[in-house]
């Protein structure tokens, strides 16, 4: 057996501890979140429970948490579907030159360059100047789409400057009117970016905190409410949270992760079905 060189042994350690670094704090928080009813927030433990998982179920003397967390749900729902159907819109729209077209792409990707607290500041204060209320579903919406409207556009981009028309060009060719050729041709072969996409969209709009912070008005969402939590909680009842959002998100990404292996399934079932046709 061949011996692997040092520098294998250096570059793992290396990685190991990039690792560590990355979800260390996740698992701590993870493991502390598991203290019994007389725990703190540091180590050592004090004892095994589920304590303060249940306490979360129980009415709270602080806080908001699954108000909060509806709101966050509900959200990035709204941001995910709006980012999605905007994307692709815009995805087939820049297939041609248009007059414009550089200029609408280098605003549409800017708000990424801006700091995030700027644009939640820029947002508020312009739904006060117009007279409008400053809410989570309103201007936290709109706040949070320069977050994730341009990784959308980013993706489809990409997308669609390697897509081979000649599927389209096909589909015409059997009759197939602009419609039915994106609705049948265009939007099953490009499922899976369309999966990424409404991943990023959720996802960063789950967890946004700065770009709603100045736009969420009178109601927190849940970053903003465990944010709140950490100056007046003092009990693992805030990691127990910590805990649950994260296997949530993971439950999320999962789902996403799942329907995208789905679909390349169904595509090479499809075309395994079309080929033993011929």
Not at 7 to 21: H, R
Not at 80 to 93: E, R
Not at 263 to 275: I, N, T, Y
């Amino acid at each position: 057996m061949k011996r692997r060189p040092r520098s294998f042994y250096v570059l793992a350690v290396f990685f190991a501890l990039f690792v560590l670094f990355l979800y260390g704090p996740t698992v701590t928080i993870g493991i502390l979140s598991f203290q019994g009813p007389q725990g703190g927030l540091t180590f050592p433990m004090n004892g095994v429970s589920l304590h303060w998982f249940r306490d979360l179920f129980e009415q709270q003397a602080v806080g908001d948490i699954w108000g909060a967390f509806r709101r966050s749900l509900a959200l990035g729902l709204l941001v995910m579907v709006t980012t999605v159907v905007v994307s692709v819109m815009a995805g087939l729209a820049f297939r041609k030159r248009f007059a414009g077209s550089a200029l609408l792409f280098y605003l549409a990707i800017t708000s990424l360059v801006i700091p995030s607290i700027l644009v939640s500041l820029g947002v508020g204060l312009i739904f006060q100047q117009l007279g409008l209320r400053v809410h989570w579903a309103t201007s936290g919406f709109g706040s949070q789409l320069t977050w994730t409207l341009p990784f959308g556009l980013l993706i489809m981009f990409a997308v669609f400057n390697r897509f081979d028309r000649s599927f389209e060009e096909a589909a015409r060719d059997q009759g197939a009117s602009a419609w039915q050729t994106i609705r049948y041709v265009v939007l099953p072969i490009i499922a899976p970016s369309l999966i990424g996409v409404a991943l990023f969209g959720f996802t960063l709009s789950y967890d946004e905190f700065a770009r709603t912070l100045l736009t969420s008005g009178s109601y927190n969402t849940l970053p903003l409410e465990i944010f709140g939590m950490t100056t007046n909680v003092t009990t693992p009842v805030i990691y127990a949270l910590g805990t649950l959002t994260t296997l949530f998100s993971l439950g999320i990404i999962g789902v996403f992760l799942l329907a995208g292996w789905g679909m390349a399934r169904r595509r090479e079932r499809l075309g395994s079905d079309a080929g033993k046709g011929v």
